[in-house]
């Protein structure tokens, strides 16, 4: 079986990667990333000698580039992880967002339809449904949830899924697409709430908290989200969405506080900011479809999983270090400096 894994030098397209050499000798894994500011080659160490393994840097947009890709190693199936990730930069400049994570993906599927593959898997989000209200606990997203989104990230990831399914309908394409709630775990770059306080709070600086820290979000173990792609995409039915969420709701707030408690740094670092703008408030899913259709279950609990999470950003340092101290520090200024 050979599997395309389109931004796999990002967090959890590597996680996914790992995941599928160590579980498939007979897997053959090509990453095909264009090595944005959130790709990084250092994150494809672990693998980078594996036979089994092969990297090619180019963007998914580039229609000549992913046919060559194709033409060469006859994929059976490509899980499409590449995209724009990242809500607050989305606020500030939508337009690489339509073209990666929208023409992006037409041209993934445009070359599946040319070359012909098993399966095209889209990831997609849980920020598609948009949010949910915090005063009903009782409401959860499912996969017939009404598309609804707030930000240019989720309206263009929603787009794309849109598109998908058309594929889907319109040329008889066998895709899949998955929509899982936040991940967090090793090789997350820091710019997203967690890795970000994790890194800030061992440079004793300051936790920047949008709002009042009350939006909540539903945390997944990323190893577990890999688990479950890799179900759908091997007995996962053609033409299907699949929800994918642990029940782990928590506050950012609630959050932040574990992350200082975990690492003995005091809560006086906390910082209210300015909200996000269009800031969803609640986000929830229901996994029952994959969990009766596939028996997937969320194995790691939070209390373990952010352990892991912190105990490797402290054994890693030199992996975020690199990170911070280039071009993202451009980026904290402009984002949090006069926030
Ligand atoms: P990430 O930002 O860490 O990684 C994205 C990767 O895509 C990077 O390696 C980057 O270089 C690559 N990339 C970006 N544009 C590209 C292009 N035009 N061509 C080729 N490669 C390109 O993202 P992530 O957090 O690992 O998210 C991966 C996917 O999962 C995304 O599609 C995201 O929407 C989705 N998702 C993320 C989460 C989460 O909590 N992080 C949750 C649900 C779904
Ligand atoms: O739900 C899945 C989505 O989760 C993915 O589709 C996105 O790719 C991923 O980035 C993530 O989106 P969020 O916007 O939920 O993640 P982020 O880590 O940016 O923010 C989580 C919450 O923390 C959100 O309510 C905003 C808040 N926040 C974030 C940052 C970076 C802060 O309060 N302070 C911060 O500095």
């Not at 041209?107 to 598609?128: F, N």
């Not at 190893?223 to 179900?231: F, M, T, V």
């Not at 997937?296 to 209390?303: N, R, S, V």
């Not at 999983?305 to 992996?319: A, C, P, Q, V």
Request: aromatic share 12%.
């Amino acid at each position: 079986m050979t599997i395309i894994v389109t931004g796999g030098a990002g967090f959890i397209g590597s996680n996914f990667i790992f995941y599928i050499l160590k579980k498939y000798s007979q897997h053959r894994v090509i990453c095909l990333d264009k090595l944005t500011y959130a790709g990084n080659l250092a994150t494809l160490k672990p693998v980078i000698d594996n036979p089994n393994f092969s990297f090619c840097r180019a963007d998914i947009c580039d229609r000549e580039a992913v046919y060559k890709l194709f033409e060469e190693v006859q994929p059976d199936i490509i899980v499409n992880f590449a995209a724009e990730s990242h809500v607050d930069r989305s606020i500030e400049d939508p337009g690489v967002f339509l073209q990666t994570n929208i023409m992006g993906t037409a041209v993934l599927m445009d070359a599946c339809r040319k070359y012909g593959i098993e399966r095209y898997h889209q990831v997609s989000t849980d920020e598609v449904y948009g949010d949910l209200p915090l005063d009903r606990p009782d409401l959860f997203f499912t996969e017939t949830t009404p598309l609804h989104t707030s930000s240019p990230y989720s309206s263009s990831k929603a787009s794309a899924d849109l598109l998908v399914l058309a594929y889907s309908r319109t040329y008889g394409l066998p895709v899949s697409i998955s929509r899982c709630s936040n991940n967090y775990g090793p090789y997350h770059f820091p710019e997203k709430l967690i890795p970000l306080m994790i890194v800030n709070a061992l440079n004793d600086k300051l936790l920047p908290v949008y709002g009042n820290g009350g939006n909540v979000r539903d945390w997944l173990y990323v190893e577990d989200h890999c688990k479950a792609i890799d179900l759908i995409i091997h007995s996962g039915k053609a033409g299907e969405v699949y929800n994918i969420g642990g029940h782990n709701e928590m506050s950012n707030i609630d959050i932040v506080k574990i992350i200082c408690r975990e690492l003995g740094k005091p809560e006086s670092l906390i910082t209210y900011v300015p909200d996000r703008k269009g800031h969803d408030m609640r986000y929830a899913i229901d996994p029952t479809k994959i969990h009766s259709e596939l028996g997937w279950l969320p194995e790691i609990k939070f209390a373990d999983g952010i352990k892991k999470t912190i105990k490797w950003y402290l054994e890693n340092r030199s992996w975020w270090e690199a990170i911070i101290s280039g071009e993202y520090q451009k980026y904290y200024q402009k984002m949090y400096g006069d926030r």
